[in-house]
């Protein structure tokens, strides 16, 4: 499987201010990236499809003014959240879709360790 | 719109014990994977299935995949406290593009 990485692991903030997500690839090169969001004792709620040299398909009701996503290479995308706002809070994790290494026809992802973002 | 359901939402068992979790569709799912998650890190992928009737074996978990492919489970022989997370079905197919349907998970708690 691919080994992702999430950075940084904890972001505590004030509200109003922006904050970036970094997610890596680090062992294969990753044109298609998810970003989830998850509360607490649920499941994931898939934000946005992140495809490398193109714009970000969002799902509905995901602001994409809010929420910005840029994958600019095959190992990193990022997510910012801007204007942050204590319903932000929340534990964000990204994935990197396996099936388009050729590797796999399944749509397997693997998952970044994700992110807690605590919005003040 | 695809989606899965999991249940139980919530199982707390003594170690030793068995246990199953389900997770059903109306939908056909081309693949069907389970994951397991623990507190404050992201999702682990235990296996994939993909033919209809499928039976996997990973040490004490085995996962089925239903005959229509519609419906899978995974069952726990003699849960350890190890066992405990998070498990999330997930299914992919053609209508949803690289996309993952996620069930709504199953919080497992086994108790030493």
């Known amino acids: 499987g691919a080994v992702v990485s999430q950075h940084p692991s904890r972001v505590i903030c004030k509200s109003g201010t922006s904050v970036k997500i970094e997610c890596r690839s680090l062992?294969?090169?990753?044109?298609?990236m998810f970003w989830y969001r998850q509360f607490p004792k649920q499941s994931l709620m898939l934000m946005a499809t992140?495809?490398?040299?193109?714009?970000?398909?969002?799902e509905q009701g995901v602001e994409k003014d809010k929420f910005l996503i840029n994958h600019a290479s095959l190992t990193l995308s990022t997510l910012t959240v801007t204007s942050a706002h204590p319903e932000d809070s929340s534990f964000y994790i990204c994935?990197?879709?396996?099936?388009?290494?050729?590797?796999?026809?399944?749509?397997?992802?693997?998952f970044g360790p994700g992110t807690r973002l605590t919005v003040l | 719109t695809q989606l899965l359901e999991q249940s139980p939402q919530f199982l707390s068992i003594q170690e030793g014990e068995n246990l199953t979790v389900y997770c059903n569709s109306s939908s056909v799912f081309s693949s069907l994977q389970w994951y397991r998650q623990e507190p404050g890190e992201g999702p682990v992928l235990l296996v994939t299935v993909v033919t209809g009737g499928e039976v996997k074996k990973l040490k004490r978990l085995t996962f089925q995949f239903g005959d229509a492919r519609k419906d899978s489970s995974l069952h726990i022989t003699a849960a350890q406290p190890g066992d405990t997370g998070l498990y999330l079905c997930a299914g992919g197919g053609r209508a949803a593009g690289n996309k993952l349907t996620f069930g709504g998970g199953t919080r497992v708690l086994v108790k030493p």
């Open positions: 994935s990197v879709h396996w099936g388009t290494s050729g590797r796999s026809t399944y749509n397997e992802q693997f």
């Open positions: 992140s495809n490398e040299g193109s714009k970000a398909t969002y």
């Open positions: 062992d294969f090169q990753a044109t298609t």
